[in-house]
């Protein structure tokens, strides 16, 4: 095990990945919760009960769905990279497709379905490497940069230390509540343990957190262990149930379809890069095997609708994991496993609240945002797309957005300065295919 990882290489051990894997994990167990709650419209009261997906059964597909997908990641791409139902792309799904147009949660899954066997073809071909490698190594920074910012954005609400305000869209959050001082707590434990360079220091921050949650009440003990597993009947094979409904074929359908691909690509093939940059494992702005790691959330996402939920890619989370030490395809293994284990011991993941998951992102987005360094910044025609890129997924909440504002001004800037011959065929198309999705999309 060890030899087909590469530990060696790397610098890593099997303590190191396990405790990466586990954090990992705990950093993305929300969507263990979350993912059936939206796709199950539970917060929509008047929403016909006949209608809604089976809360147990996406439960079910959700933990599946991500173990295997961090399975493949980790026996095929090596990467310490996990995979789950994607947080936007699920609200997507249930909001807009279900709610807000009326089309049948099976017709969803079925677009999810075929949007996943087109990127399986995209990725056997090697159109997909080909598309990752031509983007220039400034803006790969820029967007390892953005989702840094992306995240601890996401961690700063999630802590509640930033919440919404009517007149500047954001601001100061309560701070004496108790969960946003329980969160304040875990980043200053956290950025202690960093300080001090201690190993798995994401990962023990959080423990630690939990511990003091506990003692003073914030977070309750979990009232059972074991439960037994939902079944996932109601939601398996019934993506195959659309394609014989007329109904389905419509250009509002191609439309969806279009969109679960669109988004989907761009915040994986980020999420890839920024993680890989982290890692070290990207030489000289190429990804080793991505072929291999390209195919492992194709495979998920086809699965992954089979089984019953929505699109299924690689989390930023996994950042979390690179930062208490993960290197390789072993820690996303240990992830995988745990999240087998989940279907059993659900219970527990109770004590895994927002406050807890909360510092890890915002410390890993620190981490993530010393990429900036590598960008040339005195060169404009490269700080504007780069900038751009960076600033607007967390100010648009999308990192896919972000990646396209970048990507329509990189060859603008780059045109104008005279360095026609250095822009990549593929970053023109680029430009107009995100020009229409602004247009058409939007």
Known sequence: MQKYFEFEKHGTNYRREFIGGLTTFLAMAYILVVNPLTLSLASIKDFPDALRMDYGAVFVATALASALGSIVMGLL?????????GMGLNAFFAYTVVLGSGIPWQHALGAVLISGIFFLLLTLTGLREKIINAIPVDLKHAVGAGIGLFITFVGLQNAKIIVNNDATLVGLGDLTAPSTLLAIFGIVVTVILMTRGINGAVFYGMVITVIVGMIFGEIKMPHKVVDTVPSLAPTFGAAFQSFSDSSFYTTSMLGIILTFLFVDFFDNAG???????????????????????LISDSIATTVGAVLGTSTTTSYIESSAGVAAGARTGFASLVTAGLFILSLFFFPLLSVVTAPVTAPALIIVGVLMVSSLGNIDWKKFEIAVPA??????????????????????FYPITMIV?????????????FFVIFVLYFIFLK
């Open 77 to 85: 791409g090596k990467y310490p990279l996990a995979l789950a139902p």
């Open 271 to 293: 999420t890839l890069v920024a993680v890989a940059n982290q890692a070290g494992i990207m030489k000289d702005n190429k990804l080793p095997r991505a072929g291999r790691a």
């Open 387 to 408: 900038f751009l890129t960076m600033i607007a997924m967390p100010l648009s909440y999308s990192i896919a957005t972000g990646i396209a504002v970048g990507f329509i």
């Open 417 to 429: 300065k005279g360095r026609i011959k250095e822009i990549n065929p593929i970053m023109y198309l």
